[in-house]
């Protein structure tokens, strides 16, 4: 059987770059020793970053979905 040509699904990329990027202002804090952001700027930063990113992957599900 085949299965056509798959249509690209950004909701692992903008997953992984959104984590990485956390992941990056992780490291500089604990690498600076002092703080590389703010904890009142970082909160909100990762409760709106976890929405678009469930938003992103809700609105892509169909891409990953493969009916048998």
Same mark, same amino acid.
Do not use: H, K, W
């Given at each position: 059987?085949?299965? +056509? &040509?798959? &249509?690209?699904?950004? *909701? !692992?990329?903008?997953? +992984?770059? @959104? @984590? #990485?990027? /956390?992941? !990056?202002? @992780? /490291? =500089?804090?604990? #690498?600076? !020793? +002092?703080?590389?952001?703010? =904890? ?6 990762? #409760?709106? +970053? /976890? !929405? ?6 809700? #609105?892509?599900? *169909?891409?990953? &979905? &493969? /009916?048998?």
């Amino acid at each position: 059987m085949s299965e +056509g &040509r798959r &249509r690209f699904d950004p *909701a !692992g990329p903008v997953t +992984g770059i @959104f @984590f #990485l990027a /956390l992941a !990056g202002i @992780f /490291l =500089a804090d604990g #690498l600076s !020793g +002092g703080d590389a952001v703010e =904890a009142a700027v970082m909160a909100p930063v990762v #409760l709106i +970053g /976890l !929405g678009v990113v469930g938003t992103v992957r809700v #609105l892509t599900r *169909a891409r990953r &979905r &493969r /009916l048998r």
